[in-house]
Nanobody, 122 residues
Framework: QVQLVESGGGLVQAGDSLRLSCAAS???????????MGWFRRAPGKEREFVAS????????YSSDSMKGRFTISRDNAKNTVSLLMNSLKPEDTAVYYC????????????WGQGTQVTVSS
């Protein structure tokens, strides 16, 4: 497993943009290029929800339909970081956002960050 630390959350107004960052580290982390990276979120009283993911090389990205066109995931394997740019934020985007990693040799999201709170006011 790798250690993941999210940052960049906060309180914003509807329509604003926010960029979340996730820094990966760990003694077993030779290269982040061995991991698919993703973002999930959990809103109050709701189940955890997939937001976006990006392939190990960064060549392919996937987003939830509800966020497609507003949220963009990117990565910098040289810096072991992953970002989530969120545009046109809505109050319903309010949630704790989690960074996660899935090694190429497994099907499970095994590593999770502690989460960062995003609150969007109307």
């Amino acid at each position: 497993q790798v250690q993941l630390v999210e940052s960049g959350g906060g309180l914003v107004q509807a329509g604003d943009s926010l960029r979340l960052s996730c820094a990966a580290s760990g003694r077993t982390l030779n290269s982040l290029s061995s991991y698919t990276m993703g973002w999930f979120r959990r809103a109050p009283g709701k189940e955890r929800e997939f937001v976006a993911s990006i392939s190990p090389s960064g060549g392919a990205t996937y987003s939830s339909d509800s966020m497609k066109g507003r949220f963009t995931i990117s990565r910098d394997n040289a810096k072991n970081t992953v970002s989530l740019l969120m545009n046109s934020l809505k109050p319903e985007d309010t949630a704790v956002y989690y960074c996660t990693a899935r090694a190429v040799w497994t099907n499970a999201w095994e590593s999770w960050g502690q989460g960062t709170q995003v609150t969007v006011s109307s």
